[in-house]
């Protein structure tokens, strides 16, 4: 039969596995402190010919431009629903934004200049994306945004759209077809090019 070690030999025995340990890390590190060589990597990535490596059209997502605008109906924050298809017969310009993306809340200050100076000719319509009410709502407060505000709690209009990234906007032409997308944010001069040549 074989005899159990006692606790506290079986104790000795893991310090001095851990001190080996530590020793062998030591020795590796060098004496000079440097970090041990990184280790090989066991895979490698490469493309094909027809992989696109610009990365940029995955942020887009489809390309919506030319198709008709979903005419889906959404609630609006203040109550009362419509549809994009209510605006038909001047552009539209619809911006998807949320209260969890930092880039959405830094450009609403800058669509609402644009929408003070254009908002007779064009609609501006916010589209919040995946929140409470009472996160939009303190959203539309705190940057002080006074054009039309729907919700899209489920996400389904925006991925009617098409759209991955947030922010995203995108121009509706009078006829109610997609005249332009653009994902991320945008400043005033970037929102007022979008739109001239779009519209």
């Given at each position: 039969?074989?005899r ?22 030591a ?5 000079d402190g440097?970090r041990p060589?990184?280790p ?5 990535l490469?493309f ?32 009362g ?6 605006l038909?017969?001047?552009?539209v ?8 993306c ?13 929408h003070q100076?254009l ?6 319509v916010g ?10 709502e ?12 729907g919700r899209?709690p ?6 009617e759209f098409?759209?991955v ?8 032409g009078?006829?109610g077809?997609?005249?332009?997308s ?5 400043d005033?001069r ?8 779009n519209?």
């Open positions: 039969m074989r159990r070690l006692p606790p506290f030999a079986i104790g000795c025995l893991a310090l001095s596995g851990a001190l080996v340990a530590a020793a062998a890390v020795l590796a590190l060098g004496d440097d060589s990184p090989v990597p066991e895979a490698e490469s094909d010919e027809d992989d696109d490596e610009s990365g940029t059209d995955d942020l887009i997502g489809g390309d919506v431009t030319g198709e008709a605008a979903p005419d889906t109906t959404f609630a609006l924050l203040e109550g629903s419509m549809s994009l298809a209510d038909r017969g001047r552009p310009v619809v911006n998807f934004f949320a209260s969890w930092v880039p959405c809340i830094d450009e609403m200050p800058a669509f609402e200049e644009v100076e908002g007779d000719q064009i609609a501006f589209i919040n994306l995946r929140d409470s009410v009472e996160a939009a303190e959203l539309v407060a705190e940057t002080g945004v006074t054009y039309t505000i899209d489920s996400g389904g209009i925006f991925q098409d759209a990234n947030m922010p995203s906007t995108f121009v509706i009078a006829d077809t997609v005249a332009a653009h994902a991320g944010a945008l005033a970037e929102l007022r090019a979008l739109i001239a040549s519209t």
